[in-house]
């Protein structure tokens, strides 16, 4: 990752980059796992180094608005996530990963096809069980990659506390820690956007339901110190922006 970031690499020639992702939506689009993920391979580093602002033109173009918008509520959940870690005293190493893999928590959606995932009407409980397949396929990407220490984020992230979860009905301290942080925040970011089946609420609301849901969906150490967090932060006008999903911190990150 750092040799990414410190030297010149081939995405940085626009026109590679923009050929790479065309290549890569064909390859989705034609259920190639195995010559998508050469790609993700590559184009992870790429993704989390650049902002989307530079990623915006070439994805919109050959990708979809689809991937456009994963990747903003990938960028906020990385953020956030990297915000809580931090709050909960892991190591530089440990938030970094967990930003990291906030990420690419997603990942197994590119998979999944796009008009069930954003189906306006209600989802019957077929197609649900093929939305929340994403989670065990990204897992299986993630195996077939570099980054398979990102696998329990990916694979767990949809796990309750509660073992209610999916999809293995994992409960307590048997998910994975960063999996149980990620999943409050990645549930937080759904709550304040719009989604094709549920209209966004307020940061304030979120926070109520994920105090709600602390100790029966959430681990409730985890959902306090993210309830915790937002309060402190309220009072720091440039942090609590944050919690919005129009704020172009989040769009600009660099790691
Ligand atoms: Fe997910």
Known sequence: MNSERSGKN?????STLVKTIAELSDYLYLNNAKAAINIIDELIPVCIDKTLE???????KFINQKIYRELKHAKRVSVLAGELANSLSYSHEVIKDIEIGGFMHDLGKL????????KEEYLSTEEWKTIQ????????????SQYSRFIPMAEQHHERWDGMGYPNGLS??????SARLISIVDAYDAMICNRSYQKCITPFLAMEEIYRCSGTQFDPDMAAVFINQFFEHSIQPDKHSRYYNNCDQFYNKKY
């Open 10 to 14: 081939k995405y940085d020639d626009r």
């Open 54 to 60: 530079e990623l915006r033109s070439p994805i919109i």
């Open 133 to 144: 397949k994403h989670a065990s396929i990204g897992a299986s990407l993630l195996s077939m």
């Open 111 to 118: 998979f999944i096809d796009e008009t069930i995932l954003y």
């Open 172 to 177: 307590g301290s048997a998910i994975h820690f």
